[in-house]
């Protein structure tokens, strides 16, 4: 009988959880590790406006820039920039310097707070000329509610089934109860990481920056080593084209000449080789 009302009790926890209780999204969490920033924490957020207000909106906000500078200052621009940035509070990573072609460059990857991406936006448009420019607008505002939503209910299924396991002394209702509160640790753990990159998306924009300048001209006159190689089977191929075209041209001449000479130097080995009748084989007529 104990058997059976705890079974039932099971039962009735994880329709419970299944059924997905409808909170307000501003229940603050229990704080539990892998949690991330209560809602509280994150207000006011920055709105599509570009304002700060107390609203429940959340929204991320993703930006890009390519800066073309005068040539031979890319150096100076580039420090003069990272230090400008960190001024500002941006947390900088990627860095990555590249050269080719006609053109060298540092391309970048910055997270600010949201209350400053238009303020460094600006700042950056006067670091060279702008080439382009992008930002991305995204209101999570309804994911978050739902994360929050999923965890508050995951954490009430989960102390529930932590009193039915202290109340139970059947060692395979404890069995089946462990294996329930794993699943359900499970996957709170899952939903808490999935809110805690939600909110670090909301408190950190990110900005990509690329800033160039074009190479000098004395610089392009290196030609790399695929380029002369390229030049090299090329002027082959043109010398074996012009071979073939010259002996396709000759080849027909040489024929006919080979065959008049053969043709003469029978013809003369023939005269040259006649014998002739000698003297003493000539016989006197009587007179």
């Known amino acids: 009988m104990n058997k059976l009302v705890v079974f039932a009790m099971l039962v009735s926890v ?9 909170e307000e999204s501003s229940y603050p969490s229990n704080g539990g590790a892998g949690t991330g920033v209560s809602k509280e ?6 709105s599509a406006s570009g304002d700060y207000s107390g609203s429940s909106q959340y929204v991320t906000k993703e930006g890009s820039i390519s800066i073309k500078v005068q040539e031979g200052t890319l150096s100076d621009k580039y420090d003069d920039m990272k230090s400008k940035l960190s001024a500002q509070g941006a947390e900088t990573s990627d860095i990555r310097y590249t050269e080719y072609g006609n053109r060298k460059q540092y391309t970048m990857t910055i997270k600010v707070a949201p209350s400053k991406f238009e303020s460094i936006n600006e700042m950056l448009k006067g670091i060279g000329e702008v080439k ?3 930002v991305q607008l995204e209101d999570v505002t309804q994911q ?11 954490e009430i299924e989960l102390e529930r089934l932590y009193k039915l396991y202290n109340k139970s002394d059947n060692v395979s209702d404890l069995l089946d109860v462990e294996r329930e509160v794993t699943r359900v640790e499970t996957d ?5 990481g999935q809110k805690q990159y939600l909110v670090s998306k909301v408190e950190r924009s990110t900005i990509a920056i690329t800033i160039y300048e ?4 004395s610089t392009q006159l290196t030609l790399p080593l695929e380029s002369l190689g390229m030049w090299f089977f090329t002027a082959v191929a043109a010398a074996i084209s012009l071979i073939v075209v010259a002996a396709g041209f000759l080849l027909p001449i040489a024929v006919v000449l080979g065959l008049i000479w053969l043709v003469y130097t029978k013809v003369f080995a023939q005269k040259k080789g006649k014998p002739k009748a000698p003297e003493h084989s000539k016989i006197p007529l009587p007179d």
């Open 41 to 46: 924490a994150l207000a006011p957020t920055y």
């Open 132 to 134: 382009d420019i992008s």
């Open 214 to 217: 074009e190479k000098p001209a």
């Open 188 to 192: 709170l753990e899952l939903l808490k």
């Open 14 to 22: 994880l329709m419970f959880g299944c059924m997905g209780i409808t």
């Open 144 to 154: 978050y509610t739902d994360l929050d939503t999923r965890i508050r209910n995951k």
